[in-house]
């Protein structure tokens, strides 16, 4: 139901419908070569063919062919295995550090404050610009000898904006600390390359790009070592272990070939859509900000604070209207919090409360926008609070 008219989808960074190419692609993977991967017959020969392939095609679509590809339930498990699994095989003298931002996806930010606070590791948060940006230079100087990981997300799920990962890639390497990003949303869009962009391990998730849910992946560079943290049987070279999706993987490949072709003219589309809706909310409402930044921003993404707007009842009366938006933030109805990535870049919490984020995907027309842009005014006031 995806932008029918009577209700239009404006939340692409939150989830994408599955593509049908992707679908067909999957389906006989569900009934005819439904073996188990790890059988020997030819049932199980052909699943784990097609295991193979897609890895290939991964690894080479990314530039990770010198890293082993992990296939993971999801970003989330993705960022923890790449956090923990660091920390677990850890074993110079002394607690290891991880050094992360503020900014990043509860996936890693949360497992990293888990870990600290199980004093299993200490954890050192970078400063961000009031774009949410890292500088390089400020990576360099928080590195210290015991730093056992670098996570620094690729694009910023929330206020969409893109960090400068070979740079700090490169700082890193030179520095020769582990260096992780988390790649969910920034992999729909742009033509991330491992390899040259000195990354050791990155985080995928295949439903940010019109692939099924269920299924990510995490790149890791051949010379970590890494503790598994799922035991079992020895799937995924040992380090996740459970019978392999075949159809999801098939899938995640399968989208993420699709969203390479045409990358560059879908982009500028999509930059163009987003510019236009940018422009229009910031003359139409008063008290409104963009948030992230304007021009290092994902292509798709359009973010705004609102002062003295309750955030969560903006989203419900957009509901109401016909349209499928996000906040980003973790408020909820009646206990509002203000979002961290926002008080993070210096918003105090009169606006962190209001955020708002649309992200525009490949059903979106001109005119959902137009009809989008028309009510959000009216709807601002009626969330706005008189405190
Ligand atoms: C930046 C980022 N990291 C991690 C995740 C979690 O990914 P998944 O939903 O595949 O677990 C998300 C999902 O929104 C995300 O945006």
């Given at each position: 139901m995806t932008n029918t008219g009577a209700y239009t989808y404006l939340d692409y960074a939150a989830s994408t419908p599955l593509d049908p190419r992707v679908l067909d692609a999957m389906r006989p993977y569900f009934l005819?070569?439904?073996?188990?991967?790890?059988?020997?017959?030819r049932l199980g020969q052909v699943a784990e063919a097609a295991i193979s392939e897609a890895r290939e095609v991964i690894s080479a679509l990314l530039g990770g062919e010198e890293c082993q590809l992990i296939f993971t339930s999801g970003g989330t498990e993705s960022d923890n295995l790449a956090l923990r699994g660091i920390i677990d095989a850890w074993t110079s003298p002394g607690l290891p550090r991880i050094l992360t931002t503020p900014v990043e996806h509860s996936a890693v930010l949360g497992t990293a404050r888990h870990l600290a606070d199980q004093g299993r590791c200490a954890l050192d948060l970078l400063p961000v610009d009031r774009y949410g940006m890292v500088a390089p230079d400020d990576v360099r100087r928080a590195i210290?000898?015991?730093?056992?990981l670098v996570s620094v997300i690729y694009?910023?799920?929330?206020?969409g904006t893109i960090n400068p990962i070979q740079e700090i890639g490169q700082i890193c390497r030179e520095m020769g600390i582990p260096f992780h990003t988390d790649a969910v949303q920034a992999a729909a869009h742009l033509p991330i390359n491992i390899h040259d962009e000195n990354i050791d391990l990155l985080s995928l998730g295949a439903h940010k790009f019109y692939g099924p849910k269920g299924v990510g992946a995490l790149f890791v560079n051949h010379r970590l070592r890494l503790t598994a943290q799922i035991s079992g049987g020895k799937q995924e070279m040992g380090m996740r272990a459970g019978s392999s999706p075949t159809p999801l993987i098939v899938g995640l490949a399968e989208a993420l070939k699709i969203s390479r072709l045409d990358l560059t003219s879908r982009n500028s589309n999509f930059a163009e859509m987003r510019g236009w809706l940018i422009d229009q909310v910031l003359q139409k409402v008063d008290r409104a900000v963009l948030t992230g930044h304007p021009v290092f921003r994902l292509p798709n993404h359009a973010s705004f604070a609102f002062q003295q707007v309750d955030g969560s009842r903006l989203l419900m009366l957009l509901d109401a209207r016909g349209f499928a938006c996000s906040s980003g933030s973790a408020c909820k109805v009646g206990t509002p919090a203000p979002s961290e990535v926002l008080t993070s870049m210096g918003f105090t919490k009169d606006w962190a409360l209001g955020g708002l984020r649309v992200t525009v995907g490949k059903d979106t027309r001109d005119d959902d926008l137009e009809r989008f842009a028309a009510v959000l005014p009216e709807l601002i006031n009626a969330a706005r609070r008189s405190d």
């Open positions: 005819d070569h439904f073996g188990n991967a790890s059988s020997i017959h210290r000898k015991d730093t056992a694009a910023n799920n929330e206020v």
